[in-house]
C-alpha cells in the first residue's frame, strides 16, 4: 500500500508551492512594469504635432507590439527644417526593451539637432552614425530619413539599413522604392548613405514604414509590402486622405500577428505635376 503523507509533508508542499505562485506574481508585475514604462517612454518621445505647409498631407499610426516584451524600438518623427523645407523619418532600434526604448529617444534627438547643422539626407545619416558610434552602445538602428520641399514636389531619401517605402501616383501605379541604401547606423564609423530624389506628384503619396507592418508569423516581408502597394495605388486612385490609407496600413499589421512594433508615416502633397 502507498505511504501516507505525513501532515507536515503536505504542509511543507504548500508552502512551497505558495512561495513559487508569488515568485511568479512578483515577475509578472515586473515584466508588466516594464512593458509599461517602455511603452511610456517610447510614446513620450514620439513628435505630438506634426508640421503643416500649403497642400501638404501628413499622417502617422503606430500600433505596440502584440508580445509585451517586444515593444521599445519603432519611431516616427516629422518636423519643419531651417530652410522651411520638411524632414521626415522612421526606423527601428534593434532590441525589445526600455533600452531600446532610450535608444531609440537619442537617434530621434540627434537626427533633429543635426538637421539644423546639414539637411542633406546622406550627409545627416552619416552624422548621426558617428555621433552613435561614439556612444559606444551595443545597439543599432535602422532608418529612413527624407527632405521634402513642398514648394517643388522634391524628395529626396536616404537609408540606413531600413526596409524601403511605398510610393503610388494619381493615376494608379504603385510600387516599392528601388533606392542603394546604406547599412544600420550605430555599426561602423565612416560610413556614406546615398540619396535618391523622387518627385512627389499632385494625388501621389509615399508610404513610409517598419518591418512590423509588412512582417509576421503569417506573412512575409516581400508579400507584405505587396499589399501596401496594393492599398497605396487603391487611395491614390480613389483620392483617399492620407490618415484614411495610414489607419489601412495599420490594421494590415494588426492581421498579420505582428511580433514587433509597427509605425508608418505617409506623405501626399497636392502641387506640382510630376511622377516618384
Same mark, same amino acid.
Given at each position: 500500500?502507498?505511504r501516507k503523507r505525513a501532515p507536515d509533508e503536505g504542509d511543507e508542499l504548500l508552502a512551497r508551492l505558495g512561495s513559487l505562485t508569488a515568485q511568479a506574481r512578483r515577475r509578472a508585475e515586473l515584466q ?8 511610456? $517612454?517610447?510614446? *513620450? ?7 503643416? !505647409?500649403?497642400?501638404?498631407?501628413? !499622417?502617422?499610426? #503606430? %500600433? ?11 519611431? #516616427? ?5 531651417? /530652410? ?16 531600446? %526604448? ?23 545619416? !552619416? ?10 552602445? /551595443?545597439? &543599432?538602428?535602422?532608418?529612413? &530619413? ?30 516599392? %522604392?528601388? /533606392?542603394?541604401?546604406?547599412?544600420? $547606423?550605430?555599426?561602423?564609423? *565612416?560610413?556614406? #548613405?546615398?540619396?535618391?530624389? #523622387? ?19 503569417? $506573412?512575409?516581408?516581400?508579400?507584405g509590402l505587396d499589399q501596401v502597394v496594393r492599398l497605396a495605388g487603391v487611395a491614390a486612385v480613389a483620392g483617399l486622405e492620407a ?9 494590415? !499589421?494588426? *492581421?498579420?500577428?505582428?511580433?514587433? /512594433? ?5 506623405? *501626399? ?8
Open positions: 500500500m502507498p508588466r512594469t516594464q512593458v509599461e514604462l517602455a511603452l511610456a $517612454l517610447q510614446r *513620450g518621445m514620439l513628435p505630438r504635432d506634426l508640421p503643416a !505647409a500649403p497642400g501638404l498631407h501628413l !499622417a502617422v499610426r #503606430y %500600433a505596440p507590439a502584440n508580445l509585451g516584451l517586444n515593444v521599445g524600438g519603432d519611431w #516616427y518623427d516629422a518636423f519643419t527644417m531651417p /530652410d522651411g523645407r520638411i524632414g521626415l523619418a522612421i526606423g527601428d532600434v534593434q532590441g525589445h526593451n526600455i533600452e531600446a %526604448a532610450a535608444f531609440m529617444g537619442q537617434v530621434r534627438a540627434g537626427l533633429r539637432a543635426l538637421a539644423s547643422v546639414t539637411g542633406e539626407p546622406g550627409e545627416l545619416l !552619416a552624422r548621426t552614425n558617428d555621433l552613435l558610434v561614439s556612444l559606444g552602445s /551595443d545597439l &543599432f538602428a535602422t532608418c529612413t &530619413f527624407m527632405r521634402l520641399d513642398p514648394a517643388t514636389g522634391v524628395l529626396e531619401s536616404a537609408r540606413a539599413g531600413h526596409i524601403p517605402c511605398v510610393w503610388a501616383t494619381g493615376d494608379g501605379k504603385s510600387g516599392v %522604392a528601388e /533606392d542603394e541604401g546604406g547599412p544600420p $547606423l550605430g555599426i561602423e564609423k *565612416g560610413v556614406d #548613405y546615398p540619396v535618391t530624389r #523622387y518627385r512627389l506628384a499632385a494625388g501621389g503619396l509615399f508610404v513610409l514604414l517598419t518591418d512590423g507592418v509588412v512582417e509576421g508569423p503569417s $506573412l512575409d516581408i516581400e508579400d490618415r484614411s490609407l495610414a489607419t489601412a496600413v495599420i490594421k494590415g !499589421a494588426e *492581421g498579420i500577428g505582428h511580433e514587433d /512594433d509597427a509605425a508608418v508615416l505617409v506623405v *501626399g502633397l497636392d502641387g506640382p505635376a510630376g511622377r516618384p
